[in-house]
């Protein structure tokens, strides 16, 4: 038993070891997209993470910005989450091997689990999943250890210690209580039937289980002290910690705050849909035969039957509370993030399907050695396939584009700008570079969203040095209560510096229109006063060539932000000359055809800088072509235009061919080559 004991262990490094190995060459180097930016924000100023707060992760992650100086605080708190998922294989590993000893089996359950496309992609930047996988992955291990306990004192010890557990990973992400809510009443009749169950014993548990709770104690700590410059909430107060704590900011059993559903029978056929793409059927397959075979062995028939309904439980309720439009690819990638959970219990059940699929070959034909040798081939050949399959997307070691991402939005705005974000994208990666590496000390970051919580200005005004909040807090929808303000009113007291929005303006409060313009500023919008001449050519100089970006269009995942992130910068090329098309729309005479003409130069020009840019731009330079035709605007050949606008409306319907106005676009085109045609007839009768 000492023995067996012993090699649970050392496979179970071995497998930390591999995975860490396989980790740690593909960690992303840079602020990533999402959420990360604003956990890794929180780490280095000490704040509070958005619901529910995440005081574990917090605390790890300042842990490992501090024990690694040299490198970035992204770069640290990468290396930890990618750490974090190494050691969640390895207490995969050790599950299986508690149930059915140390194997291929146990290897199979945390190497499968490691080269999960899901996994592995969450494992190499900073989010919380990866330490959520590990307290999954300690939740077994104490199942099965509970299970296998030979006496009362062990049984007690281990239900302490799971109970802990419990606790302390719901202080990072509380989709685990769906584990939990299986697993304690597991543990309680348990201890009931053995007659171990007291009230001395239940209290013990209640006081491990509320230690495991006291990372939350981070939070009001530091929403009282108010030293970070960025924080989420007041938890200064009994009422305030428990609405952070319980996400009521969000809905406390939704996933996000919007007012969509999506059907439960489609959410389930997505999460089996992401199984048997990103899972190798002999991998599902074995599942099936862990729990089939274990309901026939007493030593494993009890807990793998717990992961089983864990499994079921968990993704009944989260299925039913996505409140996610996963059409979407971004939105689809949100959700997809939290299979992770179910997946690990999958895992573990493929590995007790090996396990006991080796040791009923070798009880009814013998030849141990050969059906043992046959399975570690076995592990060895699935895994290195998935490993080989899943690389190249999963190596983000080369990955900056969400940092440059930033960087090109820093570098473009004016000294001393205010700067109104608005979205995960620019407000993460913004608040990373000024915050956590000093980047234009000389700007102030103010989220637009947050403008709108009671909170934000009673908090966090202080550290807004030069901005000035007409009221406690933004309320689009009725700017005129005593305590709230307009957008126009807080761009009205912050007149002195320029505003900029990143990215656009919510469509709730339109009251800046009577006062402010905003002219196109890349991705961002360059808030100005009415008043304020506009100079069209003055400003296409300065807007064009706004960032050095050279990432190739539709060159990432549809579901990762780096698309998201791309296909801003692709699109900010050509915002200025939709500015001028769209102004030039509104006015006539000569305004407008000069304003057509400077927009139909710069599509021009972007059109025939770039190779593989985005399909609306075909669009929008043949309708420029076809307003600056009918301005008269002289200089320009007419037969030039009309064959430039049917030529780019064609490239544009071989591109989206599912065009709701197809079949308008193929008309209005057709009549545009009639009139080149009567023109170029007319032309060579004139003699």
């Known amino acids: 038993m000492l023995t067996e004991h012993k090699t649970s262990w050392m496979l179970s490094g071995a497998t930390f070891a591999g ?31 958005h619901p529910p707060g995440y005081p574990l992760f917090t605390l790890l992650s300042r842990l490992a910005v501090c024990l690694l100086p040299w490198l970035s605080p992204a770069h640290s708190v990468n290396l930890m989450t990618s750490l974090l998922g190494s050691a969640a294989c390895g207490a995969l590993c050790m599950s299986v091997c508690r149930l059915t000893g140390p194997g291929p089996g146990a290897v199979l359950a945390g190497g499968l689990f490691a080269a999960c496309r899901l996994s592995w992609q969450w494992s190499m930047v900073a989010e919380v999943f990866a330490l959520n996988n590990l307290f999954v992955g300690l939740l077994l291990v104490l199942a099965a250890s509970f299970h296998c306990a030979e006496s009362a004192e062990q049984r007690m010890r281990v239900a302490r210690w799971g109970a802990l557990c419990c606790a302390l990973g719901l202080c990072n992400q509380h989709t685990l209580v769906l584990y939990v809510v299986v697993v304690v009443p597991w543990v309680l009749h348990r201890l009931y039937s053995h007659g171990e169950l007291s009230v001395r014993g239940l209290l013990s548990l209640a006081l491990c289980f509320l230690l495991g709770f006291s990372p939350y104690v981070y939070l009001p700590v530091s929403s009282f002290l108010n030293k970070a410059r960025w924080s989420w909430g007041d938890q200064t107060s009994l009422s305030g910690l428990l609405k952070h704590l319980l996400r009521a900011e969000y809905g406390t059993f939704s996933l996000a705050k919007t007012e969509s559903s999506v059907n439960l029978t489609a959410m389930l056929k997505a999460q089996l849909d992401h199984c048997l793409a990103d899972l190798p059927l002999p991998a599902l397959a074995l599942a099936g035969t862990g729990l089939l075979l274990s309901s026939r062995d007493r030593s494993s028939r009890s807990v793998s039957w717990l992961i089983a309904t864990m499994l079921v439980v968990y993704s009944l309720f989260f299925a039913w509370r996505a409140n996610l439009d996963i059409s979407r690819p971004l939105l689809l990638g949100v959700v997809e993030r939290f299979w992770l959970q179910s997946d690990a219990a999958m895992c573990a059940l493929a590995g007790l399907g090996l ?21 570690w081939c076995f592990t060895a050949a699935l895994l290195a396939n998935l490993v080989h399959t899943n690389y190249s997307e999963c190596d983000q070691s080369r990955n ?8 090109e939005i820093l570098s473009s705005v ?13 407000g993460n990666s913004l608040r990373y570079l000024h915050y956590c590496l000093g980047e234009r000390p000389d700007i102030r970051l103010v989220d637009q969203e947050m403008m709108t919580y009671t909170w934000y200005v009673a908090k966090l005004a202080q550290h807004h040095s030069g901005v000035n909040f007409p009221g406690r807090w933004w309320d689009p929808a009725h700017p005129e209560g005593r305590d709230t303000f307009s957008l126009e009113q807080f761009l009205s007291h912050n007149a002195q510096r320029d505003v900029v929005a990143c990215i656009g303006l919510p469509d709730g409060d339109l009251s800046w229109e009577r006062s402010f313009s905003r002219w196109p500023l890349g991705v961002c919008d360059y808030m100005v006063p009415v008043r304020t001449q506009f100079h069209p050519e003055e400003w296409a100089r300065r807007t064009r060539n706004l960032y050095n970006w050279s990432e190739p269009h539709n060159s990432f995942h549809p579901a990762s932000w780096e698309r998201v992130a791309n296909e801003e910068m692709w699109q900010a090329r050509m915002k200025t000359a939709f500015f001028l098309f769209d102004l030039a729309e509104r006015m006539q005479g000569e305004a407008s055809a000069r304003l057509f003409e400077l ?20 669009k929008n330079l043949a309708l420029a072509c076809e307003r600056l035709l009918r301005s008269g605007r002289r200089g320009h050949s007419p037969d030039s235009l009309l064959t430039c606008s049917s030529r780019h409306f064609g490239l544009y319907l071989e591109k989206e061919p599912d065009d709701p106005q197809a079949a308008a676009i193929r008309t209005a085109a057709a009549h545009l080559l009639q009139e080149r045609d009567r023109l170029r007839q007319s032309q060579k009768k004139v003699p």
Do not use: M
């Not at 900056?400 to 960087?407: A, D, H, L, Q, T």
């Open 414 to 426: 004016p000294t001393d700008s205010l700067i109104l974000t608005r979205g995960d994208l620019p």
């Open 400 to 407: 900056s584009v969400v940092e440059k991402f930033g960087r």
């Open 599 to 618: 927009s139909y130069t710069l599509y021009r020009e972007i059109v025939e800088a770039h190779s593989g840019y985005p399909s609306n731009w075909d």
């Open 355 to 375: 396990s006991h699929t080796h040791g009923l070959l070798e009880r009814k034909l013998g030849r141990g050695d050969v059906w043992k040798t046959a399975a």
């Open 19 to 49: 995975v860490t190995a396989l980790y740690l060459p593909c960690v992303q180097r840079t602020v990533p997209g999402g959420d990360s930016g604003e956990l890794i924000t929180t780490a280095c100023e000490l704040g509070v993470a």
